[in-house]
Structures are given as structure tokens and as C-alpha cells.
């Protein structure tokens, strides 16, 4: 069963499934998530927590014998699997068997990276969550940053006023660990008051840190003072340029198609799932397609090879420049 993140608070006050799946691309969340089943699972007694981290070489045998044998210091254990990749043929086979005889004295908590449609499709899985519950956290967007910011901010007895509030968001940009830090500093300085603009850009250092696909989203926003931050941003803390230039090169390929799908006449949602193009990220793309015509397209491809040269060396040019161009271009 599929259970929301402000859900769960109320559904482990009413039960405590055998398994629970944690995935997602936003790891305080995700953690936050962890840390409630943990604290639902040591109010129930279970006492002794053993962490699995399943790796390329981790041998699956250890969860069904973790299963089946009985905990050295406590009646109950909790047992975490924590996947850095998708379980092979025998990692499958042993949740599938966990799944299918849990012991009732241990607690399952598998943590993954995001789990995409196709992935949730697969039979393996329909059965495995069939018996647990699936928490998925999802990116707080920058839309509704402000909000989450605000509402964390009431649960810690801070009041933030709406240019506080505005402030802070821009401040952290999305690095959700970051504006937890920022909370936590500004309910040490003004508990149970109210707290200013002013106040936050004394209290609060510039914590936005951004990645490639930050870029992305913002040049598909037709953002230019967002994407140039964020590429200055990715020039400072010494991201390679060709890096950059793969992934906004793999962009426009796949925008190039989604435009060609859409003129034939395909449904959007269909068009973006044949080009596995995520499902947060679907809006934003289909935005950035009907904004610009294929022959921009076209000659950003072209000024993306030239930024390729630039950063092997065969172009006189600074590759940055030609990011700038290109970013220009993009959101023009």
C-alpha cells in the first residue's frame, strides 16, 4: 500500500506493517520517514536494529537467515536493507521469500533510490509491496518551498513572516537539509517570536547548492536569472564543463522528440513515459517543448558541440562563455 509522507504519523499510530519500502530523491525527508518507523518500532519493542547495506557483492542469504534466526538481546529486531542498486535475479528471490513468511518478531525497512513507474510495474515488486507499506519522497518544488518552510517553521514555535519566509526560500534553494539547519539556527535565536526578513539575513548563510538537473529545470522554466545562477554556481565549485554539456545535450535530444511525438499526434503523458522522462519533470519539459522551435533546437545542439571542443581544447573559446551562450538562447 502506497502511504503518503503526511500520512504516516497517524498510520503507525494505528498499525505497524511487517515491511516498509522508503524511497525517493529527497534524503531528509526519506531520513525523517526512517527515523518515525524506527521510533513506532522501539514503542512496540523492538529492540535491536540490524543494517544491511546491499551493495553489487552483498550476499542475499544474510536477510533470510536474519529472518529466520532469533535475535541475540531482544525479542524483536529491526532489519534495514539499504539498496544502492536494483536487487539482481537473487536479491528478488529473497524478498520475495521474506515477504511471503515474514517473521512476525522483525520489522523490514528497505530504503531505495527513486523506484520509476516501470520498476513499481514489475511483478516482482507488485508482489513484494503487496505485504508492505511504500513511502516515496518526492522533492519539495520550489513552488511549494515557502509553504513547507512556513508549516515546519509553526511546528517549531517560530513565526515567520511572509518576506521571512520568502527570504529563507531563496536563501536554501531547495537543499531541504540546509533549511532544516536554517530552522533550527532561527529557533534558537527567536522561539515563540516573530521573526523578519532582516532577522533571516543576519541568521542564515547562503546554503543553495545546486546540480546539473537544477540547471535543467530552470532552463526549461525560461529562467535566465535562475540558470545563469545556478551554471556561476556550478562554475565555482568546480563542476566540469563537459559534464554539463553531455547532460544538456542529452536534453535537447530528448526534447527534439518529444516535439516530434507531439506534432504526430501522441498524448503528452505517453509521449514523456516512451521517453522515460520523469514524471516530476514531465510539466517542465512539455513547457520547454512548445516554447522553442525545433531549429533553436537545432542550433543549440550546434553551440553544444563548439562547448565540447572548447572544454578538450580544440576551441579558442572559454566553454563557460559557451554554456552562457547557450543558456541565453535556451530561455530567449
Not at 514489475?122 to 508492505?132: G, N, V
Request: charged share 25%; proline share 4%.
Amino acid at each position: 500500500m502506497d502511504i503518503r509522507l503526511e500520512q504516516l504519523r497517524g498510520h503507525l499510530q494505528e498499525q505497524l506493517l511487517p515491511i516498509y519500502v522508503v524511497t525517493g530523491q529527497e534524503p531528509l525527508l526519506m531520513q525523517e520517514a526512517l527515523d518515525q518507523l524506527r521510533q513506532a518500532a522501539r514503542e512496540r519493542d523492538y529492540g535491536e536494529r540490524r543494517v544491511f547495506n546491499a551493495d553489487a557483492q552483498f550476499d542475499w542469504s544474510e536477510l533470510v537467515a536474519a529472518n529466520q534466526a532469533l535475535s541475540l538481546f531482544s525479542e524483536r529486531q529491526i532489519l534495514e536493507i539499504q539498496l544502492e542498486r536494483k536487487p539482481d535475479s537473487s536479491g528478488q528471490a529473497a524478498l520475495l521469500e521474506y515477504a511471503a513468511s515474514p517473521n512476525p518478531d522483525n520489522l523490514l525497512l528497505l530504503s531505495a533510490e527513486p523506484l520509476d513507474t516501470a520498476a513499481r510495474k514489475t511483478k516482482w515488486f507488485r508482489t513484494f509491496s503487496a505485504q508492505a507499506g511504500v513511502i516515496t519522497a518526492w522533492p519539495v518544488s520550489r513552488q511549494e518551498l515557502p509553504n513547507w518552510l512556513a508549516q515546519r517553521a509553526r511546528q517549531m514555535d517560530l513565526q515567520l513572516d511572509q518576506a521571512a519566509v520568502q527570504l529563507l526560500a531563496e536563501r536554501v534553494d531547495g537543499n531541504l537539509l540546509a533549511a532544516r539547519q536554517e530552522l533550527d539556527k532561527l529557533a534558537l535565536l527567536y522561539a515563540g517570536e516573530s521573526v523578519t526578513a532582516e532577522a533571516v539575513l543576519e541568521a542564515v548563510v547562503d546554503n543553495a547548492r545546486f546540480t546539473v538537473f537544477d540547471l535543467v529545470d530552470a532552463l526549461h522554466g525560461g529562467d535566465l536569472g535562475r540558470s545563469q545562477r545556478i551554471l556561476d554556481s556550478l562554475h565555482s565549485e568546480g563542476v566540469e564543463p563537459l559534464i554539463i554539456q553531455w547532460t544538456l545535450t542529452r536534453e535537447v535530444r530528448t526534447l527534439l522528440a518529444l516535439q516530434a511525438r507531439l506534432q504526430a499526434g501522441e498524448a503528452p503523458q505517453q509521449a514523456c513515459q516512451a521517453l522515460r522522462i520523469f514524471r516530476q519533470r514531465q510539466g517542465l519539459a512539455q513547457q520547454a517543448a512548445q516554447r522553442v522551435r525545433p531549429a533553436r533546437w537545432q542550433g543549440l545542439l550546434t553551440l553544444l558541440q563548439r562547448t565540447e571542443a572548447a572544454a578538450k581544447g580544440s576551441e579558442t573559446l572559454s566553454p563557460w562563455l559557451l554554456l552562457g551562450q547557450v543558456v541565453l538562447r535556451w530561455t530567449s
